[in-house]
């Protein structure tokens, strides 16, 4: 249920400062989703690397991006000699804001003519250095949020601008290339890659013009980090043996692998199951995000009323179960009726995601919370490192279960090749019945073990507004 607060003495953030945040949410979410999700395909079908040897690399750059991701969030999430002028957080995400850019448009143009030894050398490095600023951006614009929406009505609000910011302006992006994209052409992969740059560089002027942080805000870092000084490790295993911070890690983690096994699946479901233009892909993904857009309110009314647990636990088994329905859309009904069908399957699953998606960022603010009241200060951008550390799981998963599973039923990346039936059901699995499994799954899971809520998270609020490190 959702918790009753009185915010008659509170300074809320302003519309402005939740929009600025909806922007690096979205800059974040479009890397690691739609932005990164053609990689595996473009490397595997366009470049031309054994799918072995990508697995590979896959898997070396995913442990690269396991291991950096707590560490970095636990070296910068301290005080240091800018912090009273400029602030804990705002500093790292300007610095790290248009490197990860930069390294993201490598990743495209890797050399020409190169050796695979080259290529996949050159995956490794390039896809390892963006991941080291990406990882330092995304604990800082996260760990910002948490300290800067602190009540639950702000985290309800902020990610409702968010999630409507995000469906709008990703699949903008994402009709952008699938209009542009053409399979066997490489250089329509590298003039996608240029146009989303353009948009990120925009998108982080937003995000950057609103990440400021109050007076109050900093002496609240810089109390806390004397009285408090924790180590790593420390850190860690507070949060770790925190109960709800690994529900809602489980359930963070779940969620990624399938969104990621989804997001690089759907070029091969367009291409080869399908058989059909990725321009075919613009009206499903037209009429997904006005599902997601104008289902936002009624997900956050729906908290309202009835709290963040269940609006998520309810999300990820529908979400679900409407991926498990995709495996029955056949080519074999004939066309139109089988993409008719494929449409509208797409346009209710949005509905769920919507509520998915705007649930993410409050439940694992709250647990963010949690430890923060164990440990008696603010140590938001470790935290994120260590749920980034998890979140990583998903490369890793794609490395693997991609990979063995186009070696296993004779996948051909010829990009002008017809596909086996095997090799056609091999993509279904990795695309539709592993995702929808783990939503159906973990949304069981998170229903029975999550218990912040209520009484329990009323409780909670009162010890961090005693303790000085409410907001």
């Known amino acids: ?248 890690l489980a359930g963070y983690t779940c969620y990624s692998i399938a969104i990621a096994l989804q997001g690089v699946s759907s070029i091969y479901m367009y291409k080869d199951v399908w058989q059909l233009p990725l321009t075919y892909a613009i009206l499903p993904t037209l009429l997904g995000v006005a599902a997601f857009v104008f289902a936002v309110p009624f997900w956050s009314n729906y908290t309202r009323k009835h709290g963040f647990k269940k609006t998520y636990w309810l999300t990820f088994i529908c979400h679900g179960i409407f991926i498990l329905s995709a495996l029955f859309v056949l080519r074999e009904y004939g066309f139109p009726l089988f993409y008719i069908i494929l449409v509208i399957i797409a346009f209710i699953g949005a509905i769920f995601y919507s509520g998915e998606v705007t649930m993410l960022q409050p439940v694992a603010s709250d647990t963010y919370d949690l430890v923060a009241s164990k440990m008696g200060k603010r140590v938001d951008a470790s935290l994120v490192g260590v749920r980034t550390f998890f979140f990583r799981l998903a490369f890793v998963a794609v490395g693997i279960i991609i990979p063995t599973i186009h070696i296993l039923t004779a996948y051909n990346p010829d990009p002008h090749a017809t596909q086996s039936l095997v090799a056609q059901w091999g993509i279904r699995i990795h695309a539709q019945l592993i995702p929808g499994l783990i939503f159906v799954v973990m949304g069981l899971m998170f229903r029975k073990n999550y218990t912040l809520e209520g009484a329990e998270k009323e409780a909670l609020i009162k010890k961090l507004k005693e303790l000085g490190i409410y907001r």
């Open 1 to 248: 249920m959702a918790v009753q607060e009185d915010l008659s003495e509170w300074e809320i953030a302003s519309t402005g400062k939740m929009l600025s945040y909806a922007f690096g949410y979205l800059i974040i979410n479009f890397l690691l989703m739609r932005g990164f999700s053609l990689v595996f395909y473009y490397y595997e079908v366009e470049i031309g690397i054994s799918v072995a040897l990508l697995g590979v690399a896959y898997v070396i750059f995913a442990i690269w991006n396991m291991i950096n991701d707590p560490l970095l969030g636990y070296l910068t999430d301290k005080p240091l000699k800018w912090t009273q002028r400029w602030g804990l957080r705002a500093p790292w995400v300007v610095i790290t804001a248009f490197p990860i850019l930069l390294f993201y448009f490598l990743i495209w143009v890797p050399p020409e003519g190169a050796s695979e030894m080259t290529l996949f050398i050159w995956f490794i490095v390039i896809t390892c250095l963006f991941d080291t600023f990406f990882s330092i951006y995304n604990d800082h614009v996260y760990g910002g949020y948490t300290n800067q929406f602190p009540s639950e009505y702000e985290r309800r609000r902020s990610f409702a601008i968010a999630t409507i910011l995000m469906g709008i302006l990703m699949t903008t992006m994402t009709v952008i290339g699938n209009a542009i994209i053409v399979y066997g052409d490489r250089t329509s992969f590298v003039t996608f890659a240029t146009i989303m740059i353009i948009l990120l560089v925009i998108y982080n002027v937003f995000l950057l013009l609103g990440i400021k942080e109050s007076d109050k805000m900093k002496q609240m870092f810089l109390r806390g980090y004397v009285e408090k000084e924790s180590s790593f490790y420390g850190t860690m295993k507070t949060a770790l043996k925190t109960k709800n911070f690994r529900v809602s």
